[in-house]
């Protein structure tokens, strides 16, 4: 059968299972554009092309399939860049498509040229410039092969506008067998050896804790990772990219690690002989000061991609390999060490489905931690009369009037540590966010991705009003498409975090960071968008707007929510500094630190 590049592109989609697309037309793309009127794949035309990537990541962090996103040449190409880059940063399979300019003048500075795969190599798995139709569908399967498949991430295909429209006999590769990937060989099950050895660590370690990153959300592993907690009794720190991996309320789970995490997640890492680290890979946000992080830890370091291993910590025992598997693994090698199960049978009378009951040999280690978790909790102080509302409030109200499998999203700032400390997480996939890159901008269309991926589910997007001035013309989409999303303004009219480093390490010399409470009227912005727009400015009036806004699903809901500016996000461990030097709410620290 014979068809043009196009549409082999646009069927090499359909038999990946694509669902839909986010994207936006132009003159070297335009006959992609064509075919996609005849195929069941749902487009959705985004305002920028930014959008259409964090769209794209939303839709696979929600759903744990790639996301594809759809673009033209030059500036379109340019435009989605960030998305590519944080998605590369947060390991996040997404496969976007650019237009190029036709071959005899690819080099000539033609009219929306960019040399796109040049530009893209650092920020994607792999990338192709396509030069034979024919080379279509096994270029788009590789694609999706390799960003769904040993690490993920993003991956690019270019495709000149003369190769759309030429022809070529429609075939598709029966298997990854047949595709052509030399070297590309990723190792899933852990070294039996490696694994007995760490079961052995684990067997003998005093003060263990299971450092969990987001290969376990990658991977489909909470399961296991909870299986592996309750039966050891080893308890929990989960990283940002890693928050719903793990359920908030379960004892053995401690929080938020890193330069904003808590108290007692910081601190178990600090004082631990045992690091298991679960897909994680050892950021700066989390060690602080290298030579300061985890002195007296040996560390397991299990990871699908080896080239983490010893880039920051040396591992004592590397185990290469998919986090879901190995886990299984290493609790197959504990029970033949004699680790059997825990008793799972709770002791607060029935009122918790977890079991407070640890191994003997950790009860001193989880008495110190619980002694921590008594001493120096997560803690705000409350809105007095007259007072602003404080933005912790509004994250605990709006956590306590959604259901438990609401996906929450962020940007990236203040509001998003906010989210990530005083949130309660239930269900793996629901939160997305964005972490290595720290993109600002990302909630609202992520949002939206995050919602086409997952009708059935309520999203919530927690944004600052810096981020979302960066791309809040995604609602325009979200409206058009009726995709309804809700967000929530967490407006201190400031960029919040560098107003709080400004504050605490440059003697309040607030350089460029006001932004005004009132410039834009985001109620009126929303409404002209075609969402619903309600304002918030005393406590009482909260719950009733997130009530609202529930009830509301026909169309997108934006509150803006007035904040407290002088709020600042604690702890914190300043820039530079060991993580044994962690500032706790004023007032918060004793004398038995």
Not at 138 to 166: M, Q, S, W, Y
Not at 334 to 351: S, Y
Request: glycine content about 10%.
């Amino acid at each position: 059968m014979e068809i043009t590049g196009a549409q082999a592109l646009v069927k090499s989609l359909e038999m990946e299972g694509v669902e839909v697309v986010f994207g936006m037309p132009g003159g070297a793309i335009l006959p992609v554009y064509d075919p996609l009127l005849d195929t069941p794949i749902r487009h959705i035309l985004v305002r920028h092309e930014q959008g259409a990537g964090h769209a794209a990541e939303g839709y696979a962090h929600a759903t744990g399939r790639p996301g594809v996103a759809i673009v033209t040449s030059g500036p379109a190409a340019t435009n989605i860049v960030t998305a590519l880059s944080d998605a590369y940063m947060d390991s996040i399979p997404i496969v976007v498509i650019t237009g190029q300019v036709a071959r005899p003048l690819i080099g000539t500075d033609a009219f929306q040229e960019s040399d796109t795969t040049g530009i893209t190599m650092a920020v994607t798995k792999h990338n192709w410039l396509v030069t034979d139709p024919n080379e279509i569908p096994e270029t788009i399967a590789a694609a999706f092969h390799i960003a769904t498949t040993g690490r993920p991430g993003p991956v690019l295909v270019d495709l000149p506008k003369d190769v759309t429209n030429a022809l070529m006999e429609w075939h598709w590769p029966a298997s990854p067998e047949e595709l052509d990937l030399p070297g590309y060989h990723p190792v899933t099950r852990g070294d039996p050896s490696l694994v007995a050895k760490a079961a052995e660590m684990i067997g003998s370690a005093k003060r263990p804790v299971l450092y969990v990153g987001g290969g376990v959300i990658k991977s489909h592993g909470s399961e296991a990772l909870l299986d592996l907690a309750n039966r050891t009794g080893i308890p929990v720190v989960t990283t940002l990219m890693a928050r719903s991996a793990f359920p908030s309320a379960h004892p053995l789970s401690l929080g938020m690690p890193g330069m904003h995490g808590n108290y007692t997640a910081v601190t178990a890492m600090q004082k631990s002989d045992l690091l298991i680290a679960l897909g994680a890979r050892f950021d700066d946000r989390v060690t602080g000061r290298l030579d300061g992080f985890a002195t007296e830890a040996k560390v397991i370091h299990i990871d699908i991609d080896p080239a983490e291993f010893g880039k920051i910590r040396k591992p004592d025992v590397a185990i290469c390999g998919d986090c879901r598997l190995v886990t299984g693994q290493l609790i197959d090698a504990l029970e033949d060490l004699g680790m059997g199960p825990v008793d799972a049978r709770p002791d607060d009378g029935g009122t918790s489905k977890y079991a407070p009951r640890f191994p003997d040999q950790l009860s001193e280690w989880m008495d110190t931690i619980r002694e921590w978790q008594s001493k120096y909790p997560l803690t705000y102080n409350e809105a007095r009369e007259g007072e602003m509302l404080k933005p912790q409030m509004v994250i605990e109200t709006l956590r306590e009037l959604t259901p438990d499998d609401t996906v929450l999203v962020t940007g990236v700032g203040q509001h998003q540590m906010w989210a990530s400390l005083f949130w309660q997480f239930r269900l793996p996939n629901t939160f997305v966010t964005s972490g290595g890159l720290g993109t600002m901008g990302f909630a609202v269309p992520a949002a939206i991705g995050a919602k086409v991926g997952r009708p059935d589910r309520m999203v919530w997007a927690i944004d600052g009003d810096g981020c979302f001035q960066m791309t809040a013309q995604e609602l325009v989409t979200a409206s058009a498409e009726g995709i309804p999303v809700k967000i929530a303004i967490l407006n201190n009219a400031y960029l919040g975090m560098v107003r709080q480093w400004q504050e605490m390490f440059y003697e309040e010399r607030y350089s460029e960071v006001y932004l005004s409470p009132d410039l834009p009227d985001y109620v009126k912005w929303a409404e002209a968008m075609g969402c619903v727009g309600l304002r918030v400015d005393s406590p009482e009036e909260v719950a009733p707007a997130i009530e609202k806004a529930n009830a509301i699903n026909d169309r997108p809901v934006v509150i803006d929510f007035r904040t407290d500016a002088f709020e600042k996000v604690y702890p914190m461990v300043p820039a530079g500094a060991s993580n044994d030097d962690i500032l706790l709410f004023p007032g918060q620290a004793g004398e038995d630190r």
